[in-house]
T-cell receptor, first 109, second 117 residues
């Protein structure tokens, strides 16, 4: 079966750094996505990794290791507005997105 | 950037009635649109894939006669929840994929919150 695992909830302090991990087992791989979703809103795209390595985009970075079926999203200089759920999703061989349950990130002052 | 809209943003209906949700791609043509459902504190669950001019492909466990999908044009797909029941109360989100370009491009609408009383 297909499976995406990520922690249910994490807490971090404003100004700090947090790493949200995601492991996956899917039928085929055509890329891994990270989305941010604030409560009651639709997801917004953060990053896309299809090759191994680190992709940096401002305060957010995403890492992928295909051999390990592993990715992480790194958030630096945390701000209160970063409090949200972060969804990991993998595109399988049929170009269909398989979604993780999301990690709720709580930022404390 | 690509914009996808949904209408209505929220709706309350009585049990047994039908509700139609519209998903529009505003500045691009979408050959493929996706309908998701999300229950509180859960991840998105793909309900169906809608291709313009053809029948939608439903995911296992999704009743095609209950959730009617029509993708009549390259900018509009509709989801009709027929004979809605309280257990259908959820957050319904559509996304659209532009033709050509990178296959991973998918843009989400703002979602529709359905409450069935």
């Amino acid at each position: 079966g297909q499976n995406i695992d990520q922690p249910t909830e994490m807490t971090a302090t404003e100004g700090a750094i947090v790493q949200i991990n995601c492991t996956y087992q899917t039928s085929g791989f055509n890329g891994l996505f990270w989305y941010q979703q604030h409560a009651g809103e639709a997801p917004t795209f953060l990053s896309y990794n299809v090759l191994d390595g680190l992709e940096e985009k401002g305060r957010f970075s995403s890492f992928l290791s295909r051999s390990k079926g592993y990715s992480y999203l790194l958030l630096k200089e945390l701000q209160m507005k970063d409090s949200a759920s972060y969804l990991c999703a993998v595109m399988d061989s049929n170009y269909q997105l398989i979604w993780g349950a999301g990690t709720k990130l709580i930022i404390k002052p | 950037g690509a914009v996808v809209s949904q209408h209505p943003s929220w709706v309350i209906c009585k049990s047994g009635t039908s509700v139609k949700i519209e998903c529009r791609s505003l500045d691009f043509q979408a050959t493929t649109m996706f309908w998701y459902r999300q229950f509180p504190k859960q991840s998105l669950m793909l309900m169906a894939t809608s291709n313009e001019g053809s029948k939608a492909t439903y995911e296992q466990g999704v009743e095609k006669d209950k959730f009617l999908i029509n993708h009549a044009s390259l900018t509009l797909s509709t989801l009709t929840v027929t004979s809605a029941h309280p257990e259908d109360s959820s957050f319904y989100i559509c996304s659209a994929r532009p033709p050509g370009g990178d296959s991973y491009e998918q843009y989400f609408g703002p979602g529709t919150r359905l409450t069935v009383t």
